[in-house]
Structure formats: C-alpha cells, structure tokens
C-alpha cells in the first residue's frame, strides 16, 4: 500500500519503545472494575521456585509488576488467561503465541499513537504541567477532555490494529461476545486496563480451544471499534484523532480516524472439490455456475466494483433447486473449486462460508446475528466471497406460519434485507447461493430475490445415465463401454443451446395455459407490447409474479447478452485479463457482448415463469395431500370410535 502525501508515518522507533509497556499489561495489573460486571475468576498464578514456569510467556521488567502469589479481586493475568485457553496442555500453541504477540503490537502501536495524538494537541505539554503541579486551573477543563479524546483515540487505535493483525489467523468459527461495557475515559492507561479486564473476561468464558480464541478476540476486537466509535462521535476535541491519516509501514496498516483498517483474509476449505466433467446432466445450471466463477474473477480489487455489474449481467443471488440427490451439493463443489483454483491464480483472497441450519438458535435475537455476521463475511469487499445456504427451506421460515421458529423468522428477515434492501450495494467481488429441495416451502417474497434460477434435476438422458455410471464405477473394472461414446452428452456448448432452446415454450402445464391463449390472440410474441402482455397474464395466473420477477427476468437477459465464455487464458495469467486495470477490462467485457433478442427474452420469461408455476404446483399439491391425509385420519377416528361405541 502506498503511502498518500496527508499520510503520517507512525515510526517504527517509537512503536517498539512502547514493548516493554505493552507487556507489563500483559503480564498482570490489577483493575476494578467500574461499569461491567465480573463473569469469570480472575487467573489463579500460584507462585513458583526461580526459573521454572508453567508455560513460555512474557515476563515484565518493570518493578511491581511480576506475578504475585496471591490473586486480587479484578487481577488480570492475560498471557495466563490465554495459555488456559486450550485446557491443560502445557505447551503454548502457535495460535496462542501469535494472538498474544498481536495484542503486544496492537497496545505499542496504540500507545505510540496516543503519543503522536498528544503532541498535536498540545495534550503533551499539560500532562507536564500537571505533573510538575504548574496546570492553571482555568485549563483543567481542557485537560480532561484532551485526556478524553487521547483515550478514545488509543482505545479504537487498539481494536483497530488487533482486528487487522489477528485477521489471517481467522477461522470460519464466530462468537458472540454481547455488548462492550468497560470503556474509560479518564486517561489512555485506563482506558487499555479496562479493554484488557473485559477481553479478559470474554476469553475466560467464551474461549475453549485455538479457533474460539481468535474467534472471541477478533468479535471483542470489532465490538470495541463500534462502542468506541459511537462514544466518539459527540466528543470534544477528538478532531485531531478523526480527520487524520498515519501508517504503520511495517504491518501495512492505515490508520483513519474511526475508519476500520481491512486486511483480506481466506477461509481455508477443507470440501472435496469437483471438476465440471465430474457434474453430469445439469447442462443450464452448470454453465451458469461457471460464467459465475470467472465472472467473480473480473472484480476490481482497486474501484471495488466488478465490470460485470457496470455492463450488466452479474448474478448477486441465485437459487438452486431440484430433488433429492440431483447435485446440488456437487454443483457447490465444483464452483467453490473453480472459484478458489482461480484465485490461487491471480493472487486473491478467496472467502468460502455456508449457513446452515446449526446456526439457528434458540436465544432470541441470536440466529439474526448469527445471519448477519455470514452476510458480512462474504460481503467482504477485500476478498472474493461464495457464501451458500444450503435447504434454506429449513433454515428461513415463511412469514406468518406458525411452524417456523422465531429463529427461523429473523434469519428470513436478514436475508430479505441483505439481497434486495435499501442498503444493498452490489460490487461485485461474491455471490449467494441458495439450495433447496423444496423451494415450494420458501418464504415467496425472499425466493423472488433470488436473480437467477439453476434447476438442478440431476441426469436426465439415457447417455447422461451411461456416463454417470461409468464416472461413479471409477477404473478398477474392466467392463466394455459399448455403443455410447462416453461424456459427449455433457459437452456444454451444444447440452445448454439445447437447453436453452427448449424454454422457447414453456414446460409447466399451468404457464402452456397462458402461453397458449396470448400466442391465439396476438399472434407470434415479437414486439415489446406483445411480451409485456404475455407477462401481464401472466401475473393474472399467479399474483406472485410482481415487479420483481420483471426485474430478474431482464437481469437474466442481461447475463444472457453477455454469454460469452471468457477465455482459460485470462484465468491462468493475471496479466491478460484479471490485473489489468478497471476500464480496460469493461471495455474488453463490452467488445464480447451480443445484442439482446427477442428469443432470449421470451426463454428467460419462461425460464423464470416456468419455475414459480412449478413451485406453486408443488406447494399446491403438498396442502392438497396434507388436506387428505388429515380427512381420512379423520374417517379412520371416526370408524374406530364408532366401533368402540358398539362394543
């Protein structure tokens, strides 16, 4: 990162002059609490004989301050705190170690800046005042408040740094550490004593095994950068802190004000990838899985914004859906393997996360949170991010039935605001897929924010089942082909016209109703007019289909007017394509693009119309065999009841 001319340099120097600070912190200090309560039991330090220590820490050089054979109400021992994290292994584990070394760094980079905010606002000069007892009392009111902002700078300075530091370390786990209390103003000392008691507190009870821990200093992290920051903002004189800029050269770290630093960071997937051969049948929702992937790779790391979304067709949301065992979890596979394989390419940060149901909790309030830190995650315009939601049926309920969890409720309302909100920005740099069986049991307004529609329906021709066969037998067998030449159906070019050609007339019973009736009395759907009435009885079938249909329906024509596969060339060298700059690759994408035709829009009408009919007959007929089930238990109750009268 370069450093711009309103950029001052935090020195190195004095950043590490601020070490021994740092680790006398923590070491141990004593601290009473004054607006948290207490939640766990401050760490027990037995003493021990010269030179023999539990586990390798940090040992303080300032007098006062080694560890004490007894503990104090409020004591905090964080290095201790830290080291019990994992049980009793008596061994400092690397994630340990680097978690303690990032809070040393985060507090001496927190402490030089508060110098740096004193020595610009005169703070530096009245704390020699006051010392050598010269303040003029007409300015102690000044001096408490430049204390004030000093601390308030130091204190988002530590979050800030420590949530930048600790960020490759991070893992999919999250915690939920509740609000931030213990946060003082009177001076910066303070203010870092009382930080490092409540993170005390937090790892002490949320903290179990190396993942949790970074998950509980990072969400501790970001929830003091928010509490700080809303303190701040009708605070006096904190202008000094806020309007400017410095850098860390060392860490790469920009220092802004309130303005949270960003470092990217991956996920690391642990699923069994797979490549686009090894997906058979699923001709539409393959290929658009994989114009997706490469489409993610267009993004613009510099302009934050994907040349596809300028240009039009990039797919925000999509949902998969087809019966049991069709492929949608291989379908993720091998687009979260073709997204990651071309980051490792270009050099990007690649974020993958599911939500699934494990995640809805029975606290109130919680899955909600839970929801909106998987949203944020992938929303993360740092990396390039999938996230997934897979039987989202399960997971978010439809508004209004008394089946679904409270839970279920707020996961429904997170996502609706998340994918077509007032506050949705689409940049570009990821996509959410989601995945159901039974798409009939989504919420209809939530489903319908879904852009683009993959019908996942697994093999469906006799050569589809021939190759999935032998794909799934593997090598070891020495059974003949026979007359079939072997994945030549899955060839896309040819399987997706095909596809694509067949939804020239709708495949549902109900919309060949409509089609059928528009077509006799309009005529061929060749004008704008007669395509806005088709989809105007169309709507008169199914009330469902409102405004927001029409908005899918075009984005998909849109993907539809930029089909054209960007070459392999420009995933496996950067420099034809994926590093060039922002412009440059919109002009490169609209010199590709074709014109939009009539026969796109219709089959598009029909892709989209064709799978709300189907949802709709699927919810009818699951309310229909319900309804009988119920009537003839009914019947059934009645009988045996009558019976047992007689006898």
Same mark, same amino acid.
Request: glycine share 6%; with cysteine.
């Given at each position: 990162m370069s450093q711009t001319s309103d950029q001052m340099e935090l020195r190195e120097d004095d950043i590490r002059a601020h070490y021994g600070a740092a680790e006398a912190l923590l070491t141990g200090f004593d601290h009473a609490p004054r607006l948290a309560s207490a939640r766990v039991a401050a760490v027990d330090a037995p003493e021990r004989s010269p030179g023999i220590g539990r586990r390798p820490r940090f040992r303080s050089t300032t007098p006062g301050l080694v560890t004490r054979s007894t503990v104090r109400p409020g004591s905090v021992r964080l290095i201790d705190r830290i080291a019990e994290s994992d049980g009793e292994d008596a061994l400092t584990s690397p994630v340990q170690a680097t978690v303690t070394r990032s809070l040393r760094r985060a507090l001496s980079i927190a402490l030089a800046l508060g110098d740096a905010v004193a020595g610009i606002t005169g703070l530096a000069e009245l704390k020699k005042e006051n010392l050598e007892g010269r303040l003029p009392p007409a300015r102690a009111a000044e001096f408490s408040e430049l204390l004030a902002a000093e601390a308030l700078s130091v204190l988002y300075t530590f979050g800030n740094a420590l949530a930048f530091l600790l960020a490759p370390s991070a893992t999919q786990a999250t915690v939920e550490i509740g609000g931030v209390d213990e946060v003082l103003t009177d001076n910066a000392p303070l203010a870092l004593q009382g930080a490092l008691w409540e993170l005390d507190q937090d790892i002490g009870a949320l903290a179990e095994g190396d993942a949790r821990l970074v998950a509980v200093v990072l969400a501790y992290a970001e929830a003091l950068m928010e509490k700080v920051a809303a303190r701040a903002k009708d605070a006096p004189r904190i202008g000094a802190f806020a309007t400017s800029t410095w850098r860390v050269e060392a860490d790469d770290l920009p220092i802004a004000g309130f303005t949270p630093a960003r470092k990217a960071r991956s996920s690391t997937l642990t699923m069994q990838f797979k490549k686009p051969e090894e997906v058979v049948g699923n001709h539409i929702a393959k290929y658009q899985a994989m114009k997706l992937a490469k489409m993610l790779m267009a993004y613009d790391f510099e302009r934050r914004l994907n040349p596809f979304v300028e240009a039009g067709g990039f797919i925000f949301t999509f949902m998969g859906d087809g019966a049991p065992g069709t492929g949608k979890t291989t379908l993720i596979?091998?687009?979260? *393997?073709?997204?990651? *394989?071309?980051?490792?390419?270009?050099g990007y940060p690649f974020r993958y996360q599911n939500f699934s149901i494990d995640q809805i909790d029975s606290y109130q309030g919680k899955s909600a949170q839970n929801a909106k830190a998987f949203i944020t995650n992938v929303l993360d315009p740092t990396v390039i991010g999938f996230g997934t939601i897979d039987d989202i049926d399960q997971i978010a309920g439809k508004r209004g039935d008394r089946q679904s969890s409270a839970g279920q409720q707020e996961v429904t309302a997170v996502f609706m605001e998340a994918f077509a909100g007032a506050n949705t920005v689409v940049r570009g740099n990821c996509t959410y897929g989601m995945f159901s069986n039974y798409p009939e049991n989504v919420d209809d307004a939530l489903r319908q924010r879904a852009g683009a529609r993959f019908l996942v329906d697994g093999p469906q021709t006799r050569e589809d089942y021939i190759d999935i066969l032998a794909l799934l037998l593997g090598k070891n067998h020495e059974i003949p082909l026979g007359n079939h030449k072997l994945y030549a159906a899955q060839e896309l070019k040819r399987a997706v016209a095909d596809s694509f050609e067949k939804h020239g007339?709708?495949?549902?019973? *109900?919309l060949r109703k409509v089609w059928e009736r528009t077509e006799k009395d309009l005529g061929k759907l060749d004008t704008l007019a007669k395509l806005g009435a088709y989809l105007k009885r169309i709507q008169e079938a199914d009330p469902r289909f409102t405004g927001r249909a029409i908005k899918n329906i075009t984005d998909?024509?849109?993907?539809?007017?930029?089909?054209? =596969?960007?070459?392999?060339?420009?995933?496996?060298?950067?420099? =034809?394509?994926?590093?060039?700059?922002y412009e440059q690759k919109l002009a490169m994408l609209k010199a590709m693009a074709q014109p939009i035709t009539v026969e796109m829009v219709i089959q598009e009408i029909n892709r989209y119309a064709d799978s709300e009919f189907r949802y709709a007959d699927k919810s009818d007929e699951v309310a229909i065999s319900n309804a009988v089930?119920?009537?003839e238990r009914m019947d059934e109750a009645r009988r045996r009841y009558a019976a047992k009268l007689k006898g």
């Open positions: 596979q091998m687009m979260a *393997g073709l997204i990651q *394989g071309y980051c490792e390419v270009a007339r709708p495949q549902e019973d *109900g998909a024509v849109k993907v539809r007017a930029m089909d054209f =596969e960007l070459p392999d060339d420009w995933m496996e060298d950067p420099t =034809e394509f994926l590093h060039k700059p089930r119920e009537m």
